[in-house]
């Protein structure tokens, strides 16, 4: 019988707005229950200080410069961390933590990716087990760090007994697709499909004190300049043509494009933008499947815009079946938070979190450093 462990896993999503937080007990195989799930929201001064931060953060050479305010910005959220792991855990005895931590830069070329979040501190302040750093050890061995819930998706898939194949799409501030073929294997094919929530909430946060464009209301009551779309998915696709990555950061995606537009129609164009980018991918990643029928499962915040959800569902091809989350009965918003602290287990246990198929790394490798306590 595999060893079991009750974890804590915390993600702080691209988006940037605050803690998922999802305690399970696990074997971080076939056995996942979950104990309790709740989201921690930034403070105002947090949100405000990640963001203005990360629009900083373009190149290694920026890391240099705001070398201290990044080290501020860490000791802040793993302190907002610590608090989480206090109140959620009042009920339980957990074995250890899945710690993400907060993306600043994700850049697959320089082979990057940094997560703010002091492992050591955590441990010393929660008195628990730490994983984290969960990236860098498949980047060491090929891989772009990215994207690593993959297996966990599996585990989803597989307990659900969902008919293959099928998908789960999480539409974060990045959106990523992982397509299971094969149960009995790593079968896994994975990558980052454009973005998700990032540009949508940065427009909306640049015209009101709103976070995001709830149920994409905002985009509803606006008209998609078509003109101005199409210049803008040419320029995308002539930019990444150049490249071939698997992961992505928010970093590649701007606003500038829908600038002259007033807000609500700007809102309609980004989330157009925003679909057509998502659903060209996914169609390009599952030509193979064309006379198959396939379910997608969403998840992540995206899945409540409903506009953005719409107009994906429009541009993709009609094998293509798309559920949302709670349509299999689990919780959209806490899967990657789940995911963390599955990989956490099969962190400590040595097992692999990623794989060739899902990071481009050269082999299945296991990733985290650990901080006993």
């Known amino acids: 019988m595999s060893k079991e462990y009750t974890c804590l896993g915390m993600m702080s999503g691209t988006s940037g707005d605050g803690v998922d937080a999802s305690i399970i007990q696990s074997d971080g195989l076939d ?93 010393q302040l929660t008195k628990k087990k730490i994983v984290f750093n969960f990236r860098q050890n498949d980047i060491n061995n090929g891989g772009e760090g990215a994207p690593l819930t993959p297996i966990f998706h599996k585990y989803l898939i597989k307990s659900k007994k969902i008919s293959l194949p099928a998908c789960i799409l999480n539409i974060g501030g990045i959106s990523n697709l992982t397509l299971v073929q094969n149960l009995n294997n790593h079968e896994i094919i994975s990558e980052d499909v454009g973005p998700g929530n990032c540009l949508i909430n940065t427009w909306i946060q640049h015209h009101t004190n709103e976070k995001f464009d709830l149920g994409g209301k905002i985009s509803d009551r606006g008209k998609i300049n078509e003109i101005i779309l199409e210049q803008a998915l040419e320029t995308h696709e002539s930019n990444f043509q150049k490249r071939n990555n698997i992961s992505l950061d928010t970093n590649d995606f701007d606003i500038s494009f829908a600038r002259g537009l007033n807000f609500e129609d700007g809102a309609a164009t980004l989330t157009s933008f925003t679909a057509k980018i998502i659903s060209s991918k996914i169609s390009l990643l599952l030509k193979e499947f064309n006379n198959k029928k396939i379910k997608i499962i969403i998840c992540g915040g995206g899945r409540k815009n409903e506009s953005l959800v719409k107009q994906i569902k429009l541009n993709s091809k009609k094998n293509l079946f798309f559920f949302n989350a709670e349509d299999f009965e689990f919780n959209g918003d806490f899967v990657e938070s789940q995911a963390f602290a599955y990989l956490a287990i099969r962190a400590v246990l040595s097992l692999p979190i990623s794989f060739p198929s899902t990071t481009g790394c050269f082999s299945p490798c296991s990733g985290g450093e650990i901080i006993d306590y």
């Open 31 to 123: 056995k996942s229950i979950i104990l309790k799930e709740k989201y921690y929201e930034y403070d105002e001064n947090l949100f405000r200080d990640y963001h203005s931060i990360k629009r900083k953060i373009n190149s290694l050479k920026d890391l240099k410069k705001n070398s201290s305010l990044i080290k501020k910005l860490e000791n802040t959220i793993t302190i907002f961390h610590a608090k989480v792991v206090k109140d959620i855990t009042k009920e339980f005895d957990i074995n250890l933590i899945g710690f993400h931590g907060q993306t600043i830069y994700h850049n697959p070329q320089e082979k990057i990716s940094l997560q703010l979040g002091n492992g050591n501190l955590l441990s």
